[in-house]
């Protein structure tokens, strides 16, 4: 069965479409087959963030009818599809609802994940993919003001019936006066279901246009965004020992 899993966050910067790239591609290291779909239209940035830049079909064509889903789906070389998104101001729309669900429809079918990059906020375009996914992950920031953020999209969440997985705490430095994680799962009464450190390797990896998985396979952060799949898949995570990590770096540039 395809699992419809949107990533969420109050504001916007926090590493939402860092997680579903990465999460895409550690997902795919598990042999799982995913489809990764930028929903954000608004604000797009999924395709820059995988290095596909140019594309013929976009989810705005799927969505106004004018290209099948199957002509938008591009094939990334960790192993995972991407439906990106136009950039360009022209194509601007909000999609409502029941046309994204008749995408994420499509989608269904031998993908095991179908992972949706969404809007920030509570404004329309992110209510609209809460409401056609199935389950959702919140990204937040370690900060306070995050955490009523994310206490309103839990709400949203169970007023659409999407299951809310958990939070993942994305650019935790360990500092004194970053909110505990006793005090996420307490306030929201969700799981973390992961945190990752700051890393500039993330933001290198970004530059490079590719996920930070992929990148740098050994970094702290590649190694907490496998950990988020295995738990999502279902799998024990295993970290890969510094030489297997060696082999892949050399083998890959
Ligand atoms: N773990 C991290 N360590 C360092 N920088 C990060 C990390 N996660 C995200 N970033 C930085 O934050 C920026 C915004 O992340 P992004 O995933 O585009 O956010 P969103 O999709 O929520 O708007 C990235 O371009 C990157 O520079
Ligand atoms: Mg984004």
Do not use: C
Request: proline fraction near 4%.
């Amino acid at each position: 069965m395809t699992r419809i899993i949107v990533v969420s966050s109050g504001k916007g910067g926090v590493g939402k479409t860092t997680l579903v790239s990465n999460l895409a591609t550690a997902l795919s290291e598990l042999n799982r087959n995913v489809i990764a779909v930028d929903a954000n239209l608004t604000t797009s940035n999924l395709g820059l963030h995988l290095g596909i830049p140019l594309y013929p079909k976009t989810i705005q064509d799927v969505l106004k009818r004018k290209a099948v889903v199957k002509d938008a789906l591009y094939y990334h070389p960790a192993g995972f599809r991407v439906v990106p998104a136009d950039v360009s101001l022209k194509k601007l729309m909000i999609p409502k609802t029941d046309t994204l669900l008749d995408v994420f429809y499509k989608l269904t079918g031998d993908a095991d994940f179908v992972l949706i990059d969404s809007a920030a906020g509570l404004g329309r375009e992110a209510k609209a993919a809460i409401e056609a996914a199935d389950e959702m992950i919140t990204v937040t920031n370690p900060e306070l003001p995050a955490l009523t953020d994310a206490l309103k999209l839990a709400k949203l969440a169970e007023r659409y019936e999407t299951k809310n997985l958990g939070v993942v705490l994305n650019r935790v430095k360990n500092e004194s006066h970053e909110i505990s994680e006793s005090d996420v799962e307490e306030f929201l009464n969700l799981p973390i279901i992961g945190r990752v450190h700051e890393d500039r390797n993330v933001r290198k990896a970004i530059a490079n246009k590719t996920p930070v998985v992929m990148y740098k396979s050994g970094s702290r952060s590649a190694q907490q965004f496998r950990q988020i799949a295995a738990r999502l898949a279902g799998e024990e995570y295993r970290p890969r020992s510094f030489l297997i990590e060696k082999l892949f770096g050399w083998l890959r540039f």
